[in-house]
């Protein structure tokens, strides 16, 4: 009979007691599934910001290689200019010499001055009024040296 009457007792508190923790655990698995896809959202929306930094980073490293490569090319094209350049100033200073040493015993006296014929073959040479030198065929233009080098012949 006490058994009976504890159990009556008991049971009149214990069942509220029993709902309301199954109402909070109810309660608690409803606001973890909802923070859990909250989170998933944001991780989706993460990893598509992220594929699409991969994406920029790889054309940025593009780019930069490729500048690189341009900027290469272009201090090797200036070493060849100054290469050139030098070559060129060491065959004028040659040119220079050869051309004193030319007028060096010429007669210089007077407004009728006249150069041996040597410094006029020397400033001549390479230019239009050399006579050896190998002329490119006119070109469409009808001037030296814009002739076309593909091998099509133009029909006049």
């Known amino acids: 009979m006490?058994?009976?009457t504890l159990k009556a007792k008991l049971s009149a508190y214990a069942i509220p007691v029993i709902?309301?923790?199954l109402g909070v655990a109810g309660l608690s698995f409803w606001w973890?599934?909802?923070?859990?896809q909250q989170l998933l959202e944001e991780n989706a929306h993460l990893s598509q910001a992220m594929a699409q930094a991969k994406v920029t980073n790889e054309q940025n490293l593009s780019q930069i290689?490729?500048?690189?490569?341009?900027?290469?090319?272009?201090?090797?094209?200036a070493l060849i200019r100054s290469e050139r350049e030098r070559n060129l100033n060491e065959q004028l200073?040659?040119?220079?010499?050869e051309l004193k040493e030319l007028v060096r015993d010429?007669?210089?006296?007077?407004p009728e001055y006249v150069w041996p014929d040597a410094v006029y073959e020397r400033m001549r040479s390479g230019t239009?009024?050399?006579?050896?030198?190998?002329?490119?065929?006119?070109?469409?233009?009808?001037l030296p040296g814009t002739a076309d080098t593909s091998g099509a012949t133009s029909a006049d």
């Open 65 to 77: 290689a490729q500048l690189q490569a341009d900027i290469r090319w272009r201090d090797q094209q």
């Open 93 to 97: 200073a040659q040119t220079e010499a």
């Open 19 to 21: 709902i309301s923790l």
């Open 128 to 142: 239009v009024a050399d006579p050896n030198r190998v002329r490119e065929r006119a070109g469409p233009s009808g």
């Open 2 to 4: 006490i058994l009976d």
């Open 32 to 36: 973890l599934w909802y923070d859990r």
């Open 106 to 110: 010429a007669p210089c006296s007077g």
